[in-house]
Every structure is written in structure tokens, then in C-alpha cells.
């Protein structure tokens, strides 16, 4: 008997936290509704690098969902001092409604840069490791229109890698870059596929033993079915 109470204990739990919309309550509706603010201008950066904007939104809906404004900006001028003057090695904070960090922009311009995709778009990035270099970095990172750019590099970069993706259905290629934007842009396609269904999502400000993880690509194709 104890094991069938915890194989449904377990089942509903399965079920509940599939509920994302009711799991997040206000928070996903804040996070649908300035979508759907920003739909316009998003979808402009987007389309400029031929990228779906309704994938792009579905990859970074649940850093949308955590955003926090007062914690942002206190990253940010963390991330505007001692980055600018030490690097990742200074600060390396998360910033902006993605949630970018210095290193993931850093890694997203040093391949961008040896890819065909510069020279097919006509321009590169200064990876010098000079105060100039990192200050131009943070201001695209701290605006909207600088991390769309960047999201959208993204998906280039990850659907030049992995060509196979275009055979994976629509699901596989929703979860697989959503993975790829949490976890590791630099890890393999197997470890990306590995590693998606991995809880470690959770929208606490501190992660302690009481908090409740989630599946982040599960929460990214949830989304991308509702922005429909």
C-alpha cells in the first residue's frame, strides 16, 4: 500500500508541476504580457538574423519569469564595476530580462567571430581584453535591443553547430536550445540532450532545501505552445 500512496503521491506531483501557468501564477502572466508589449520590437532583432522570434521568446521565458528589477540593478552596477575593470574574473552576474552573463556574451562573440556568419552579416566583435572592449560589451548586454542580438547569435551559432537539429521535431529543438541557453552554450549535442530533462530551474532568491526545482526546456516548450 505505501508504495502505490507514493507512486501517486509522485504521479500528482508529475502533473502539478507540469501546470507551469498555475505553478507561477502572476509571474507568468507578467512574463506573457510583456511579451506581448514587446512582441514588435523584439521580433524586428530577431527576424534581422532570420530566427523565429516565437522560438527566441520560448528560450528565455522562464529567465522572464524570475526577472527581478531590484536585483538586476544591483547586479548590473556590480557587473559595471568590476567587470569592466577585471573581467569574469571580477564580476560575472547574470543581467538584463535574459539574464546574459559577461562570459556567455564573451563566448557568444569569440565564435560568432570565427564563424562564416560574421562575414555573411558583415561584422565582428572586439575581443580585446581592454576596459573599452568590456565596457561596449555590458552596454549591449544592459539594453534590450543588445540581448535580443545576442539571443538571437545564439540560435544562429547552435543551429550551424548542430545541423542535425533541423531533423529533431519541434519540441527537441525548443528544449534542446533552452537547455544549451541555461546550462552550456559550449557543451556537446549529447550532452545538451543528456542533461534537458535535469531539474534546476527554481525562482527563489536563495536556493535552499525547501525550494522547488523545475525543468527549465520544460518550461521554455510550455511557453512556446502558448505564444501560438
Request: proline fraction near 2%.
Amino acid at each position: 500500500m505505501y508504495i502505490l500512496w507514493l507512486l501517486l503521491v509522485m504521479s500528482s506531483a508529475t502533473v502539478f508541476s507540469a501546470n507551469y501557468p498555475k505553478v507561477f501564477g502572476n509571474d507568468w502572466t507578467s512574463a506573457i504580457n510583456y511579451v506581448k508589449e514587446h512582441h514588435d520590437e523584439w521580433s524586428r532583432e530577431f527576424e534581422q538574423f532570420d530566427v523565429d522570434p516565437r522560438l527566441a521568446v520560448a528560450i528565455v521565458f522562464p529567465e522572464l519569469i524570475r526577472y527581478s528589477m531590484w536585483q538586476d540593478e544591483i547586479e548590473r552596477a556590480a557587473v559595471n564595476g568590476l567587470y569592466v575593470s577585471k573581467g569574469t574574473d571580477g564580476a560575472n552576474f547574470s543581467i538584463g530580462r535574459f539574464q546574459m552573463k559577461p562570459s556567455f556574451a564573451e563566448e557568444i562573440e569569440q565564435e560568432w567571430n570565427r564563424s562564416s556568419l560574421s562575414k555573411e552579416y558583415g561584422f565582428v566583435f572586439n575581443l580585446q581584453q581592454n576596459n573599452e572592449a568590456r565596457r561596449s560589451r555590458i552596454r549591449r548586454l544592459s539594453n534590450m535591443q543588445g540581448q535580443c542580438r545576442y539571443l538571437a547569435i545564439f540560435i544562429r551559432l547552435l543551429q550551424q553547430r548542430h545541423p542535425q537539429l533541423e531533423q529533431l521535431s519541434e519540441k527537441e529543438q525548443v528544449c534542446f536550445l533552452a537547455t544549451a541557453y541555461n546550462r552550456s552554450f559550449t557543451a556537446s549535442f549529447q550532452q545538451i540532450k543528456k542533461i534537458q530533462h535535469e531539474r534546476h530551474f527554481h525562482t527563489d532568491v536563495i536556493k535552499t532545501h525547501s525550494t522547488c526545482l523545475y525543468c527549465y526546456a520544460d518550461i521554455a516548450f510550455v511557453a512556446y505552445r502558448m505564444l501560438r
